[in-house]
């Protein structure tokens, strides 16, 4: 009897520790976390919210779930309270309490990646099918109780600070005046002439860096579309000579591939209907996955890659958003159609928000150079963001080389003028490089 009562405890403890390992395993698996951010880009995609408003999204999200972490690894993660701006004080984990820290995390960016700008449940459904198999591979109740608590202790905690970033207040701004009597100032575009994307998002509170204008643009090109010798003529058939059929197969690879219009009007005859991919952040945010895969990096490090880009991408948005509504500078589609050619359009559809300086280009070299400080220079990966939207991949050197090609898929594009890109491109790295200097996130 005592044999069996031994060997009945044995295969117990066994089963136990099997049952621990199946759901850590499943848990703590990295390519988890991955995959709900890419959950929460399905979202983002869906509600059709533009790229700004997107990276706020990914980035207080993120940062929820790097507060789980670094309040797990204190010797290795510094929390951002005092860091960021606004964040002042976070909870600590309760003594005693069996979290596990990978669950914590992953519910944590679910709490606020749903609730900064969607109805709450919006990854209910997600959320539950997670539990459902770690329950099923064995999470005992009361770590799954305590992992939750903590998880929305963080959580409520970053709701409310995000709260305050004057999100809300400029929802009900005072919309953009179009201004027709400057021949230099943004007016709509075809084929939706949808009216301006947040011109007040140059309002929103930073994370990172001092202020909106931390690193001022130089002024564009002056208006001219008479004088041949001209800059801006110049910019002007730079772009309209490089556009359309002239394109190589090549080019317009590069152009579909970096386009990521979050919801493209398609018209056909009489027949419009939309189409929808990731925003530029939502691209930056897959290639963060893939980068971390690719150097098999562990939960904690997948969540320090979200969380740090997550922030260069956000203060990369404002920066731009602030040269941009400074200048109000037309399209080249608007100046060819009403001086050149009524017929011309370009390769891509033309954003509604002035054309300097370029967004893309500026988000795209401050989140390479906040993936250059986690992952290094020498990063070689295939990109396959595009391939569920029927575009084949590209691979790259680094992600440096990632963002210098998008400011040709841009110009390629027909959306922006060269000089923009350049332009833009520097302010990025030197958002990217002063949120990196200035964060001390790992010890």
Same mark, same amino acid.
């Given at each position: ?26 848990l703590h698996n990295p390519d988890l ?195 041949? $010798?001209? &800059? #801006?003529?110049?910019? !002007?058939? *730079?772009?309209?000579?490089? +556009?359309?059929?002239?394109?190589? %197969?090549e080019q317009k690879h590069i152009a ?39 150097? $098999?990096? &562990? #939960?904690?490090?997948? !969540?320090? *890659?979200?969380?740090?880009? +997550?922030?260069?991408?956000?203060? %990369? ?127």
């Amino acid at each position: 009897m005592k044999k069996f009562i031994l060997g009945l405890l044995i295969v117990t403890t066994l089963f136990a520790c099997k049952s621990n390992t199946d759901y850590k395993t499943y848990l703590h698996n990295p390519d988890l976390f991955s995959s709900t951010v890419h959950q929460l880009n399905d979202v983002v995609m869906g509600n059709n919210f533009p790229p700004m408003i997107a990276a706020r999204n990914y980035a207080y999200a993120a940062i929820a779930a790097y507060e789980v972490i670094a309040a797990q690894n204190p010797q290795q993660y510094q929390s951002l309270a005092g860091q960021v701006h606004g964040l002042t004080e976070l909870p600590k984990p309760i003594a005693d309490q069996p979290i596990d820290y990978e669950l914590a995390a992953l519910l944590s960016y679910i709490k606020v990646g749903e609730s900064v700008t969607f109805p709450e449940g919006s990854l209910a459904h997600y959320k539950d099918s997670i539990l459902k198999v770690a329950r099923d591979k064995g999470l005992p109740e009361n770590i799954e109780k305590a992992s939750q608590q903590f998880a929305d202790s963080i959580g409520i905690v970053i709701i409310k600070w995000s709260k305050k970033d004057n999100y809300l207040e400029t929802r009900g701004a005072e919309k953009y005046t179009v201004n027709e009597k400057d021949p230099s100032r943004w007016v709509p575009t075809p084929p939706m002439y949808a009216s301006a994307t947040e011109p007040h998002w140059k309002d929103i509170r930073t994370l990172v860096i001092d202020s909106a204008n931390l690193f001022p643009a130089p002024a564009p090109y002056k208006f001219n579309v008479v004088d041949k $010798n001209s &800059d #801006y003529y110049k910019q !002007v058939m *730079a772009v309209k000579n490089a +556009g359309g059929d002239s394109l190589t %197969a090549e080019q317009k690879h590069i152009a579909d591939f970096w386009d990521d219009n979050a919801f493209k009007m398609n018209v056909t005859g009489h027949i419009m209907y939309g189409s929808k991919k990731f925003s530029p952040s939502g691209h930056w945010m897959s290639i963060i996955g893939i980068a971390a895969k690719n150097a $098999n990096a &562990d #939960y904690a490090t997948t !969540v320090y *890659a979200f969380a740090k880009t +997550g922030i260069a991408l956000f203060d %990369a948005f404002i920066s731009c958003w602030y040269v941009k509504y400074t200048y109000n500078t037309i399209r080249p589609e608007s100046v060819i159609n009403k001086y050149f050619d009524i017929n011309w359009r370009p390769y891509l559809q033309t954003p509604s928000f002035p054309e300097y300086t370029c967004g893309h280009c500026t988000i795209s070299a401050s989140a390479a150079e906040a993936l250059t400080s986690i992952f290094g220079d020498n990063h070689p990966y295939t990109d396959s963001t595009e391939i569920e939207f029927g575009i084949k991949n590209r691979s790259y050197k680094s992600f440096r080389d990632a963002a210098n090609e998008n400011m040709l898929g841009r110009f390629y594009g027909g959306i922006h003028y060269m000089p923009s890109n350049l332009v833009a491109h520097g302010l990025g790295i030197k958002v990217g490089t002063y949120v990196i200097d200035k964060l001390k996130m790992k010890k």
